[in-house]
């Protein structure tokens, strides 16, 4: 069999383990209501940015903080579980349509996965104190990286749709440790971007590359934040629901967006944002 179709055809198994693992936990929560029109509005335009390749966590978390729609310890489970749909969606599109090298795919995409599935058991126990300083250290490093992009830092001059050897090693590795980070909602698609630079594969390339990783590693994911209750039902189905008809305006309708005025957009209210989650950690442990 023809190895993306094989990796197509795991991932959706996968989907089937997600929506069956978020079914039996959903029962539990029900009362927490159904979205609004704000929760579905901020599904559409997250995954409208985040098949365009800028990323849906750092302007998810922001939305959540401002309008203060989910608690600061629940937000990575909410991101996790409800963009995964989206993504997957992304997944689907970008996999079958960009050409790079079976090997490399698989492999980057089954190291997030691992690093992922171990780093959401920890974070989902995590005490609010320690994600508010996780996600807005994560949060300034986003925005720093939104204007690296801009600026041109976050550029391939490589034209490879593969690796091997030693530059296959650091991929891996590198997917790896993205994946866990993943967990506490660093968003996975810019640094990604920066390892497909660094080891000379084609920008290109990072699509399939970074939208395969997350669509495996949030069905992995899914299963501690679910168990453990740490999640707002209402904001992921929001981010899910809402975010489904974006993916496919993005992909297929949209073909000239200025991406560059939206980073650094994004990146201004990313950085305000992980600046307030860090004063709120350093003040509510003061209190």
């Known amino acids: 069999m023809d190895p993306i179709n094989a990796l197509l055809i795991t991932l959706g198994v996968f989907v089937a383990f997600y929506i069956y693992t978020w079914y039996q936990g959903a029962q539990r929560k029900l009362a927490e209501g159904m979205p609004g029109p704000?929760?579905?509005?901020?599904?559409?335009?997250t995954n409208f940015l985040d098949t365009l390749g800028i990323g849906s966590y750092a302007p998810?978390?922001?939305?959540?903080?401002?309008?203060?729609l989910v608690k600061d310890e629940w937000i990575p489970g909410t991101l996790n579980i409800g963009h995964t749909i989206p993504t997957i969606t992304q997944a689907f599109i970008f996999i079958g349509a960009v050409l790079v090298d079976p090997s490399t795919l698989v492999l980057m995409i089954l190291a997030a996965f691992v690093g992922a599935f171990f780093g959401a058991k920890v974070v989902a126990g995590w005490p609010r104190h320690y994600i508010q300083i996780g996600m807005g250290t994560a949060l300034v490093a986003g925005a720093g990286l939104?204007?690296?992009k801009n600026l041109g830092y976050l550029t391939s001059s490589g034209e490879a749709i593969g690796v091997?050897?030693?530059?296959?090693?650091?991929a891996?590795?590198?997917?790896?440790f993205l994946g866990a980070l993943m967990t506490i909602g660093v968003g996975l698609y810019a640094p990604c971007l920066l390892l497909v630079s660094f080891i000379g594969m084609n920008e290109r390339a990072a699509f399939p590359i970074m939208m395969g990783s997350c669509a495996f590693l949030m069905t992995g994911a899914t299963k501690?934040?679910?168990d453990k209750g740490s999640y707002s039902l209402k904001s992921a189905l929001g981010l899910a629901i809402g975010g489904f008809p974006?993916?496919?305006?993005?992909a297929y309708i949209v073909k000239s967006l200025s991406l560059e005025t939206l980073r650094w957009?994004?990146?201004a209210v990313v950085l305000y944002t992980g600046i307030a989650m860090l004063h709120s950690a350093f003040t509510e442990k003061k209190t």
């Open 60 to 68: 998810t978390t922001a939305m959540f903080k401002a309008w203060k």
């Open 265 to 267: 957009g994004v990146a």
């Open 164 to 170: 091997s050897g030693t530059m296959l090693l650091v």
């Open 246 to 250: 974006a993916v496919l305006i993005a």
């Open 172 to 176: 891996v590795v590198g997917n790896l």
């Open 38 to 45: 704000l929760d579905l509005g901020i599904g559409f335009v």
């Open 146 to 148: 939104f204007g690296a």
């Open 224 to 226: 501690p934040f679910v």
